[in-house]
């Protein structure tokens, strides 16, 4: 009886602390149980709230699971072909520069397909914001080896794990962008505990009001999990991802104020 | 005396039964359901009364289908 006076009290419109934005469309995510995308998704969306640009800020989702991102957020959003995502952003923010651009890409499509597009994104130093999912893997098309994957790590077409001799080294694509003179901030960030969400939606609203006072190139890199592409339940993935992700891709703050942060490792 | 209580509210027809938000509530407010939703998922639910409001289960939602309540309780 009590916690029914109790349920009554509490369940009003001003007690409420935390909801989904508003700019997220209702309507289901197509991802698997777990990933990190759908709370990226939220992130995004709720800094494009908070700071109420949602009129002027325009999406570049490529190709990969994030092709989708157009169905789910409630901002205008264009599809790029794959890996061409910082193209497009570039020629939007050139188009209308007083508009908010960011490109939402996947490790497959930024690191390997988008290389090129990337970096010489990075070094012209376009004022736009990238948010680079990094999984490790091609989830989408079925679990494929990326550039990202860690050695030793199974995917699709590495069953028996990365053999480094003849499929090469993962690549640190945010460590290799942080050198480029024309991007202003960098970091690395994750979403799988309350903690690193919070520190990404800061890292990301950092991001949009350093685009707004045209610093520069901002990258963000989310490391996430991709459990239907690694074979695992998503709680195991997380762990899998913070005993053997985390060493390689440390989290952190890379590049602040346009300077280099000194790494321990 | 006034405590802060808090409660929340799981749209259990969204939700993905990815048992994310368990590992991170502190209190372990939250148990997943025997029955499942139209989907056929093993859903997210509230089993006890000891939530704080302190929003963590719904920020590492990935669907965001937790909506979370928290108010100042006057109790004797």
């Given at each position: 009886?009590?916690?029914?006076?109790?349920?009554?009290?509490?369940?009003?419109?001003?007690?409420?602390?935390?909801?989904?934005?508003?700019?997220?469309?209702?309507?289901?995510?197509?991802?698997?149980?777990?990933?990190?995308?759908?709370?990226?998704?939220?992130?995004?969306?709720?800094?494009?709230?908070?700071?109420?640009?949602?009129?002027?800020?325009?999406?570049?989702?490529?190709?990969?699971?994030?092709?989708?991102?157009?169905?789910?957020?409630?901002?205008?959003?264009?599809?790029?072909?794959?890996?061409?995502?910082?193209?497009?952003?570039?020629?939007?923010?050139?188009?209308?520069?007083?508009?908010?651009?960011?490109?939402?890409?996947?490790?497959?499509?930024?690191?390997?397909?988008?290389?090129?597009?990337?970096?010489?994104?990075?070094?012209?130093?376009?004022?736009?914001?990238?948010?680079?999912?990094?999984?490790?893997?091609?989830?989408?098309?079925?679990?494929?080896?990326?550039?990202?994957?860690?050695?030793?790590?199974?995917?699709?077409?590495?069953?028996?794990?990365?053999?480094?001799?003849?499929?090469?080294?993962?690549?640190?694509?945010?460590?290799?962008?942080?050198?480029?003179?024309?991007?202003?901030?960098?970091?690395?960030?994750?979403?799988?505990?309350?903690?690193?969400?919070?520190?990404?939606?800061?890292?990301?609203?950092?991001?949009?009001?350093?685009?707004?006072?045209?610093?520069?190139?901002?990258?963000?890199?989310?490391?996430?999990?991709?459990?239907?592409?690694?074979?695992?339940?998503?709680?195991?993935?997380?762990?899998?991802?913070?005993?053997?992700?985390?060493?390689?891709?440390?989290?952190g703050d890379i590049k602040v104020d346009g300077k280099l942060i000194e790494m321990t490792k | 005396m006034a405590?802060?209580?808090?409660?929340?509210?799981?749209?259990?027809?969204?939700?993905?039964?990815?048992?994310?938000?368990?590992a991170a509530c502190p209190f372990t407010v939250i148990a997943m359901s025997k029955e499942v939703n139209s989907?056929?998922?093993?859903?997210?639910?509230?089993?006890?009364?000891?939530?704080?409001?302190?929003?963590?289960?719904?920020?590492?939602?990935?669907?965001?289908?937790?909506?979370v309540y928290r108010a100042k309780v006057e109790t004797e």
């Open positions: 009886m009590e916690e029914q006076f109790a349920k009554t009290e509490i369940h009003k419109p001003e007690n409420i602390v935390y909801k989904k934005s508003d700019l997220m469309v209702d309507r289901p995510l197509s991802y698997c149980p777990g990933c990190g995308h759908g709370t990226a998704h939220r992130m995004l969306m709720e800094v494009i709230e908070e700071m109420d640009i949602s009129d002027k800020t325009i999406g570049v989702s490529p190709v990969g699971c994030s092709v989708l991102a157009y169905d789910f957020l409630n901002i205008d959003m264009l599809g790029a072909a794959h890996g061409r995502a910082p193209a497009l952003a570039t020629a939007i923010k050139r188009m209308w520069p007083n508009h908010f651009v960011f490109t939402y890409q996947g490790d497959g499509d930024l690191a390997a397909i988008g290389t090129a597009e990337t970096i010489h994104a990075c070094n012209r130093g376009e004022n736009i914001t990238i948010i680079f999912i990094n999984n490790g893997i091609y989830g989408m098309t079925g679990g494929q080896m990326a550039p990202t994957t860690l050695p030793g790590m199974r995917s699709s077409t590495s069953p028996y794990g990365r053999d480094v001799p003849t499929m090469g080294h993962p690549l640190k694509i945010t460590e290799l962008i942080a050198q480029l003179p024309g991007v202003y901030y960098v970091t690395r960030q994750a979403v799988h505990t309350p903690n690193n969400v919070r520190k990404t939606k800061k890292a990301i609203r950092k991001a949009f009001e350093l685009q707004k006072e045209n610093k520069g190139l901002c990258f963000i890199e989310i490391v996430s999990n991709c459990n239907s592409g690694w074979k695992m339940t998503p709680v195991q993935s997380n762990k899998w991802m913070e005993e053997n992700m985390f060493p390689f891709y440390v989290l | 405590k802060i209580k808090g409660d929340i509210v799981i749209n259990t027809e969204r939700c993905k039964g990815c048992e994310v938000c368990l989907k056929g998922y093993h859903f997210a639910m509230k089993v006890n009364h000891e939530c704080t409001g302190c929003t963590n289960c719904a920020l590492v939602c990935p669907d965001g289908v937790i909506t």
